[in-house]
């Protein structure tokens, strides 16, 4: 059988990937704990569940407009609004199937074969294999040693004449870092100057910690989305916790928004009605939700901190953002790869390897999930590599003794 080179080339996601190992292990009743899991376990929001219920109640599921049904870019054009100060048409609006479809739509749009496109490491694993899916050329501009923040000097340095756009995710997967309002206002003004796209992912800008404000890319250029170089995606997967629904958007020119449209009229065609309706529900409802996850996400956060301060061989940054930290397993072993997979093995806790988020020697651990959850899984880790942890543990019924350190 001939698979295309192009195929070949594409990299399986990691997260997805150590989704399915967790699942077998507990389709064997393995006593797994998910630190890798990027959704957390709150449930939707009762105005997005009666949203669905209503159109599901009609039974009117038919085909939908491509780009989006009318109430749904509405209540997009008003939390646009209320959320970036600018005023758009619902021409500037494309809905998808999920946020990760809006980012291969656009890249789709705007790179030819061989074109640059910048991502800044620590960056979204699935950045770099969706420019090379459209032929492109990602260029990492890696961040300065022992932070997660890259210099705008080694940006600019990176961009040349092939440089169709860079992508900047803040607050960020995987480390939890947010960009200093300077770095985005220089990047904007780079951007907009040399005439280079500036793909914002804004899919965690709810998820913030410690009363901090992240200030959106518009704000820091005078031109409206119509003549403007930067294109935002925001979804309801992170803030509303519905990654099932799998509905996001993309906000940009009309131009490049009816590219977009062509695109996925000649792929997925409309996303679901019914997840449609539940966003519609959720974006137009009571703001309380948002608040409600973002307050449990910053707990377990903080519980996640206390847990690694007394892991030796671990240095952790503080997140800022999402349900993500990234810490530096250096201490213990360089190749993440294969750490992972032996806490996976030995500790029955999942991580991701920093590797797939360039950089190698760290792991992204999610607090997403239960208090419970991670409590006993850093608890484990701690078990299974720091030398003066008990040598025994029990995990779930069953004693387990440390060996092979």
Not at 84 to 111: D, H, M, T, W
Not at 147 to 153: A, D, G, N, Q
Request: hydrophobic fraction near 40%.
């Amino acid at each position: 059988m001939r698979i295309s080179r192009l195929a070949r080339s594409i990299d399986p996601s990691p997260t997805l990937k150590l989704n399915d190992a967790a699942r077998m292990l507990r389709a064997r009743g393995e006593p797994v704990i998910h630190l890798g899991i990027g959704e957390p376990k709150n449930k939707a929001p009762i105005a997005a569940i009666l949203g669905a219920a209503a159109k599901l109640s009609e039974g009117n599921i038919k085909y939908a407009p491509t780009d989006g049904i009318p109430a749904l870019k509405k209540a997009i054009i008003r939390y646009t609004e209320e959320n970036y100060a600018r005023e758009v048409k619902p021409e500037n609006v494309i809905v998808s199937n999920g946020a990760k479809q809006s980012i291969f739509n656009i890249l789709y749009s705007i790179v030819d074969p061989k074109d640059e496109v910048i991502i800044l490491a620590p960056y979204w694993v699935s950045y770099p294999q969706m420019i090379k899916m459209v032929r492109g050329v990602p260029i990492v501009v890696h961040p300065e040693e022992g932070t997660f923040y890259p210099r705008i000097e080694d940006i600019k340095q990176a961009a040349g004449s092939s440089t169709r756009a860079i992508i900047v995710n803040n607050p960020n997967n995987p480390s939890g870092a947010v960009y200093a309002e300077s770095f985005i206002a220089e990047l904007v003004d780079f951007c907009e100057t040399k005439g280079i796209y500036l793909i914002m992912d804004d899919i965690y800008q709810k998820l913030i910690f410690d009363g901090i404000i992240v200030r959106p890319g518009y704000d820091f250029t005078s031109k409206e989305v119509e003549n403007s170089h930067i294109i935002v995606i925001n979804g309801v997967s992170k803030m509303f916790g519905m990654t099932g629904i799998r509905i996001g958007w993309v906000i940009a020119n009309q131009e490049l928004v009816e590219r977009m449209k062509s695109i996925q009229g000649q792929t997925t065609s409309c996303p679901s009605v019914v997840s449609q309706a539940a966003a519609e529900g959720a974006l137009t409802g009571p703001k309380s939700a948002i608040e409600s996850l973002r307050l449990t996400i910053e707990n377990n956060c903080n519980v996640m901190l206390q847990e690694l301060g007394s892991f030796k061989g671990v240095k952790v940054t503080p997140p800022q953002g999402t349900f993500y930290c990234l810490p530096d397993f250096r201490g213990h072993s360089s190749d993440s790869v294969k750490l992972a997979e032996f806490l996976l093995e030995k500790a029955l806790v999942v991580t991701v390897p920093g590797k797939a988020f360039g950089m190698e020697g760290y792991l992204r651990l999610s607090f997403a999930g239960s208090v419970k959850d991670v409590i006993e899984g850093v608890e484990r880790l701690k078990w299974a590599l720091d030398s003066t942890s008990p040598r025994e543990i029990y995990i779930g019924n069953q004693k387990r003794v440390r060996d092979w350190l």
